[in-house]
């Protein structure tokens, strides 16, 4: 596709289910990125992929939080007995090796 | 550990100002440095960068910013800004040398331009 897509836009769940976030980079782009931005904050890195290996995974916010990615494609972003502060919209970014990070629409993630 | 702040949470200008907005990072060592706009339910985009070399650099739409080392920082300026500069502005720091691909983004910028 032109650009990154993120399925889905928007998720509402209920406090102690599972949710499986989606990321689909741009095609060819090497690293992908994942990021969380509460309301009315800035982005919050939390783990990135080169091809499919992820060197940093410092800052995933909890163990309930993982991350896989299949090649240098698809990467889903698992949150595991999701919690209210869990809250935030959670974005996904590639890149060509190390250039610059071209961002998706976001998944917005509502915990009841 | 790396750290960028930005100056001011929330700036309201009238077309046709100048803007000026902050960003200081806190690593010394080499440095990636990136200016991203969110426009009102838009993605986050690329403004400008600066990896080396001429230390003003030009972005898209009329934005410069400049890279001043024995300050850390890297300010974001436009000489007269448009309604449709009405956007968040995110100022972002890559060490890789250190860091790897670790991104640290500052926490933004809301900028209100009033017609």
């Known amino acids: 596709g032109a650009g990154v897509s993120q399925s889905p836009s928007n998720k509402v769940t209920e406090k102690g289910k599972d949710v499986e976030l989606r990321c689909d980079p741009i095609s060819g782009h090497t690293a992908l990125y994942w990021y969380r931005q509460r309301l009315g904050q800035g982005l919050e890195f939390l783990i990135y992929?080169?091809?499919?290996?992820?060197?940093?995974k410092s800052g995933l916010p909890s163990d309930r939080f993982s991350a896989e990615r299949t090649g240098e494609s698809v990467s889903t972003l698992t949150i595991q007995r999701t919690q209210q502060e869990d809250s935030a919209v959670y974005l996904c970014a590639s890149s060509f090796n190390y250039g610059e990070q071209f961002f998706g629409p976001g998944t917005r993630l509502t915990v009841l | 550990a790396q750290s960028v702040s930005q100056h001011n949470h929330h700036v309201i200008l009238s077309e046709a100002a100048s803007l000026e907005l902050g960003c200081n990072y806190s690593?010394?060592?080499?440095?990636?440095l990136f200016w991203y706009v969110q426009y009102p339910g838009q993605h986050l985009q690329l403004l400008l960068k600066?990896?080396?070399?001429?230390?003003l650099v030009k972005g898209i739409k009329g934005f410069e910013a400049e890279f001043i080392k024995s300050k850390f920082s890297f300010n974001l300026r436009k000489p007269s800004v448009q309604w449709s500069d009405t956007a968040e502005y995110f100022c972002a720091v890559n060490a890789p040398q250190n860091y790897g691909q670790n991104f640290v983004f500052g926490p933004g910028t809301r900028l209100s331009v009033l017609p």
């Open positions: 600066y990896f080396s070399g001429d230390p």
């Open positions: 992929f080169q091809g499919n290996s992820a060197p940093d």
């Open positions: 690593y010394g060592g080499t440095v990636n």
